[in-house]
């Protein structure tokens, strides 16, 4: 099944409220996706547009909110939107992955329902908290989205040719800031405004293919207070890391001599690097930006950002199962495959697995526990083949990413938020490789709640969370091409009761598609 999957990140607020009474505001908006020009590096070339928009609209939620999207088509191919960080508690029917829904075809609408239950923070959408509900700082003055990532002057077209050859999309040709680049020659429009003496929320999102940047303020300081959907301690930074897929919330305060100023995004972690700029300019302020930018840090970081409210006593539950996720990569018929324990997961089936499940036809597309829970010591081939780990229903898991490769990787689970006990740090003496004994340096108290995780080269990173969301949700891949080429996989939570305590009934407009075509509903949940 061959999708075009887009996970947005949106950063101009549209739409309109209607408030049920008695119960939770509803938020409509209609989004027509097309084709036009765009060139954010100078260079024409044809983009996705939503709302004749890039880099799209944006949505602004509360603690709650129900979100209603109807998307319309306008494109020459399949279509999907995933909700990166929108955990659809006991909703995997509006996730959008090719795993659990049909495709919207060319000239077709699709209509999701949403509710950002129980969240909070900066994700493909902000969500914002309840207002009886209060965030550990002070009202800003304006609340910005910077929307940062790498970009290739070859269209989405083009570099989906390159990965079905089998070769990767290797570096990028520039970067971007909400799909702009200052030109640095006087006349650029400013990306925001500040007011001397004020403080400012910036929700910074790395919204590329496969490359982390770093994003540093010229002569301000950034205050860390949320890092996806958890409030963290407010240390400040001069500048930050923010891996593909992930966001970030920092306090600005424009405490500096009002004239314009330079926000910087550069690649980190790559042989060559590129960078970018923005204006930031102060109300009534006199004078260009310097041209003097900030350095960008050298070498590995791991920053902890301990939660300063501190977590629910996760350290102290007996782990069930522990799962360790090892990257491999290989060659399939003269073409490269990025592989999970020497499996790549195929995406080309042909009815969604969580439909195929729903419907008792999984056998047709899948089989359970594809890969085991440790890798193997030695990979000698890569398989190609849907990869689908069954998961008892609110069972404690550890999971462990393995890294023996040389680039970074970052993976992002759907569905769910996690705590990330431990993160290795390249060293002489570390390999990738995880150990029990390791668990004696995990953070039990106080680690932040998150959906992405990063491994550095020759490290690996763990994992704890209950599964409690049942549904069918992945773990990918959040560099493009790994994720394209099968670094990915589906886990299953079935709801053992059949209730919809547990999980919704799939949803009457749900598009069908493959297998379950014609075939009758099950007996729906009660």
Not at 162 to 185: F, T
Not at 275 to 288: D, E, F, L, M
Not at 379 to 388: A, F
Request: proline share 6%; glycine share 8%.
């Amino acid at each position: 099944m061959a999708v075009l999957m887009l996970t947005l990140f949106l950063c101009l607020m549209t739409g309109s409220v209607f408030v049920v009474e008695g119960g939770d505001p509803t938020i409509f908006f209609t989004w027509n996706v097309t084709y036009d020009t765009i060139s954010p590096l100078g260079v024409p070339q044809q983009g996705i547009l939503i709302n004749g928009e890039f880099s799209g609209p944006n949505i602004n939620s509360t603690t709650n909110s129900n979100v209603v999207v109807n998307v319309f088509n306008n494109l020459d191919e399949p279509f999907l939107i995933t909700w990166n960080g929108i955990q659809q508690r006991k909703n995997p029917w509006q996730d959008g992955t090719a795993g659990t829904n049909c495709p919207i075809l060319p000239g077709k609408n699709y209509t999701y329902h949403i509710q950002v239950k129980d969240q909070i923070g900066s994700y493909i959408l902000r969500v914002n908290s309840r207002l009886l509900i209060p965030v550990p700082y002070p009202d800003p003055a304006d609340d910005y989205t910077l929307l940062v990532g790498d970009f290739f002057n070859k269209g989405h077209k083009s570099l989906k040719k390159i990965l079905d050859s089998g070769r990767n999309l290797g570096r990028c040709d520039g970067v971007h800031l909400n799909g702009k680049v200052a030109k640095g020659d006087g006349k650029d429009e400013p990306l925001f405004t500040m007011e001397a003496g004020k403080t400012y929320k910036y929700r910074i999102c790395n919204v590329g293919l496969k490359t982390a940047i770093n994003v540093r303020f010229q002569n301000h300081q950034m205050k860390l207070v949320e890092m996806e959907g958890s409030h963290t301690m407010q240390n400040e930074y001069k500048s930050l890391d923010v891996h593909v897929g992930q966001c970030f919330a920092v306090l600005v305060k424009a405490d500096q001599d009002p004239e314009d100023y330079y926000v910087v995004a550069s690649t980190r972690f790559t042989r060559r690097q590129v960078t970018a700029t923005g204006i930031i300019r102060y109300k009534n302020g006199k004078g260009p930006a310097s041209s003097e930018l900030p350095p960008p840090p050298v070498g590995w970081a791991c920053a902890a950002r301990p939660n300063p409210q501190g977590s629910y006593k996760y350290g102290a539950i007996n782990i069930t199962r522990t799962i360790k996720l090892a990257n491999t990569a290989g060659e399939v018929d003269g073409k490269l495959r990025y592989a999970l324990h020497g499996v790549s997961h195929d995406n080309e089936f042909k009815t969604p697995l969580k439909l195929a499940e729903y419907f008792n036809v999984a056998k047709k597309e899948f089989e359970y526990d594809t890969i085991p829970d440790n890798p193997p010591e030695k990979t000698e081939t890569i398989q190609v083949k849907p990869i689908v780990l069954n998961i008892t229903h609110r069972h404690f898991v550890e999971i462990i990413f393995e890294n023996h490769k040389t680039a970074i990787q970052s993976y992002h689970l759907s569905g769910y938020s996690f705590f990330a006990v431990a993160l290795s740090v390249a060293s002489a003496i570390e390999t990738g490789t995880w150990s029990p004994e390791k668990r004696k340096n995990y953070n039990l108290l106080d680690a932040v709640s998150r959906h992405t995780i990063q491994m550095f080269p020759k490290s690996w990173a763990a994992i704890l969370l209950t599964f409690d969301n049942c549904g069918m949700w992945n773990i990918r891949s959040e560099v493009w091409d790994r994720f394209y080429l099968g670094q990915q996989l589906y886990v299953s939570v079935l709801s053992p009761n059949l209730s919809t305590k547990d999980e919704y009934n799939i949803p009457e407009d749900a598009q069908l598609c493959g297998d379950v075509i014609g075939l009758p509903k099950p007996k729906p949940y009660t």
